[in-house]
């Protein structure tokens, strides 16, 4: 019994080691490859011959699954591939110099840019993943030209993901969240409360999003950069570098003569395909017209498969409409749009990968539900149950890089602690919690998919976004626990919000009275 209880903590130690070592040498690559190593050690107690067919397993899980395609991954890639594709016509079209010369008109500030990435990451909230993708396609050309740090919009992007589709109910997790709370509502004796109300009550309490939503805007107004960012930043204003050329496309060919449409009709045609293959494989996937059990069933890949497409031909339309008649333009010119296009893209393919099968082996292990097991087995006060929860929730994120397994293990953990205590008036905030701990998580994980998208679709170094971003979200994180205890003891929403909004205003103030901004040097 001792022997299986030592190995079972054991399964904390192969997370540990990933983070550790992405930490000390800056190379995702090489600690997701050792993190995989490790986990198949322990998941095959040190057996050599199957701890090389498991990682062999799970590489071709992500391909094949039940003898076919496994779609979910598979069209992830390709989308990324088409994406890539995408961004270079777009590119050598002309389109997003035209964009940008046409919003210089209309934003005059590096603030007024980063303003409107962050504004706009807020308005495609249907998606994490759309919304980590397509932010920076647009944002980008414009915050190049004021020079903003790769690091900065990457962080924008990230903090405008997977914090904004987890408090808006018409989005692909606000249908999945309210299908994890339905059950517990029940148990509880709230079935007077629908799960869609429910998701409501919880987007006040779900105070790391919240926060990581304000303290952006914080830092966009004061221009806040600390640590990292400070650094990044710095580069940029002075001396120009806004990114490690290592993860820049190479040197394309632009045409002379474009317009902005290049660039916006693409992007539109990208996100109607999106929203219009969501809508579609949501009916047929459940023969309902409610847009809420619509969103619960759609294919998000299959839609981003579709959405791809379109864009990429529209961005090819646009690229032969504005080089046909120009001379420095020629078919050869075309193969190396698609060739650099998808050469973009070929590391962080490799790198979301690895992360899969890293989170996959990680689950294996059962670090996530040995952790939530903590939880429940703990013998405190309901009272610090939310902020208790929450942390681990971080934990658990922050170590299997994902948000969707915390909520899937903690939720349903978390609101049985609750029932078998009988506080139902702390069931929602526990909930929250977890949502916020969890995205919280994602955030500071090296290995979280979304975090990922982020820095690639900003061009931005995967290590150097994570670590520039980390100071900010243990800024949300210690402000989000403050308000859950507070929550915990006093049950009232209101109250931790209060909190929540006095502890940014000290921030700010004492921003204004001890920061310096960068300056640029004369």
């Known amino acids: 019994m001792d022997l299986i209880l030592n190995w079972t903590y054991i399964s904390l130690i192969p997370p540990l080691i990933t983070l550790i070592l992405v930490l000390l040498t800056r190379r995702v690559d090489l600690s997701l490859g050792v993190g995989i190593i490790t986990s198949a050690i322990v998941i095959t107690q040190g057996n050599v011959g199957e701890m090389v067919a498991k990682i062999w397993q799970t590489f071709i899980d992500l391909i094949i699954?039940?003898?076919?395609?496994?779609?979910?991954?598979?069209?992830?890639?390709?989308?990324?591939?088409?994406?890539?594709?995408?961004?270079?016509?777009?590119?050598?079209?002309?389109g997003a110099r035209a964009f940008t010369s046409y919003a210089m008109t209309k934003v005059k500030t590096r603030t007024g840019a980063l303003l409107l990435s962050g504004i706009l990451g807020i308005i495609i909230f249907i998606d994490d993943y759309f919304s980590a993708i397509i932010t920076p396609q647009v944002s980008k050309p414009l915050t190049d030209k004021y020079k903003v740090s790769r690091a900065k919009l990457a962080y924008v992007v990230d903090t405008t993901a997977s914090p904004i589709a987890v408090i808006m109910p018409v989005s692909s997790w606000g249908a999945t969240i309210m299908g994890l709370t339905a059950p517990l509502l029940i148990a509880a004796g709230l079935s007077h409360i629908t799960p869609f109300e429910a998701f409501l009550y919880m987007i006040p309490l779900n105070f790391y999003s919240l926060s990581a939503i304000i303290l952006m805007f914080i830092v966009i107004l004061t221009n806040f950069d600390i640590f990292g960012m400070k650094r990044e930043e710095s580069r940029a204003i002075n001396d120009g570098i806004l990114y490690d050329k290592k993860v820049e496309d190479d040197e394309l060919q632009v045409a002379y003569h474009s317009s902005k449409s290049a660039l916006i009709v693409p992007l539109v045609g990208l996100?109607?395909?999106?929203?219009?293959?969501?809508?579609?494989?949501?009916i047929k996937e459940s023969g309902s017209l409610n847009p809420i059990?619509?969103?619960?069933?759609?294919?998000?890949?299959?839609?981003?498969?579709?959405?791809?497409?379109?864009?990429?031909?529209?961005?090819?339309?646009?690229?032969?409409?504005?080089?046909?008649?120009?001379?420095?333009?020629?078919?050869?010119?075309?193969?190396?749009?698609?060739?650099?296009?998808?050469?973009?893209?070929?590391?962080?393919?490799?790198?979301?990968?690895?992360?899969?099968?890293?989170g996959e082996l990680?689950?294996?292990?059962?670090?996530?539900?040995?952790?939530?097991?903590?939880?429940?087995?703990?013998?405190?006060?309901?009272?610090?149950?939310?902020?208790?929860?929450?942390?681990?929730?971080?934990?658990?994120?922050?170590?299997?890089?994902?948000?969707?397994?915390?909520?899937?293990?903690?939720?349903?953990?978390?609101?049985?602690?609750?029932?078998?205590?009988?506080?139902p008036e702390l069931l929602l905030a526990s909930i929250a919690a977890v949502l916020a701990g969890g995205v919280f998580g994602d955030h500071c994980s090296p290995i979280s998919d979304s975090t990922i998208l982020s820095s690639t679709g900003s061009g931005s170094d995967h290590i150097v976004h994570v670590m520039t971003q980390i100071p900010y979200a243990v800024i949300a994180a210690v402000v989000s626990l403050v308000s859950f205890v507070v929550v915990g003891f006093t049950t009232s929403t209101g109250l931790g919000l209060l909190v929540m909004i006095g502890l940014f205003i000290a921030l700010t103030l004492v921003i204004k009275l001890v920061y310096t901004p960068i300056q640029a040097k004369r």
């Not at 039940?66 to 079209?93: E, R």
């Open 271 to 282: 996100v109607a395909g999106v929203l219009i293959g969501m809508i579609y494989t949501g």
């Open 362 to 423: 990680i689950s294996e292990l059962g670090t996530g539900e040995l952790l939530g097991q903590m939880v429940k087995d703990s013998n405190i006060s309901a009272a610090f149950l939310p902020a208790i929860v929450f942390v681990v929730a971080c934990i658990m994120a922050l170590t299997t890089g994902t948000s969707w397994g915390s909520f899937g293990i903690l939720v349903p953990i978390a609101g049985n602690i609750i029932i078998t205590l009988e506080v």
């Open 293 to 358: 059990v619509i969103l619960e069933n759609n294919s998000i890949t299959h839609s981003l498969i579709f959405g791809g497409i379109i864009g990429v031909v529209l961005s090819l339309i646009y690229y032969y409409k504005f080089t046909k008649q120009d001379e420095n333009f020629s078919s050869r010119d075309t193969w190396i749009g698609f060739k650099t296009g998808l050469q973009a893209m070929i590391g962080p393919i490799i790198v979301l990968i690895l992360a899969w099968m890293t």
């Open 65 to 94: 699954e039940d003898g076919w395609l496994n779609t979910w991954s598979a069209y992830i890639l390709i989308f990324l591939a088409l994406l890539g594709i995408m961004s270079a016509f777009m590119s050598m079209s002309g």
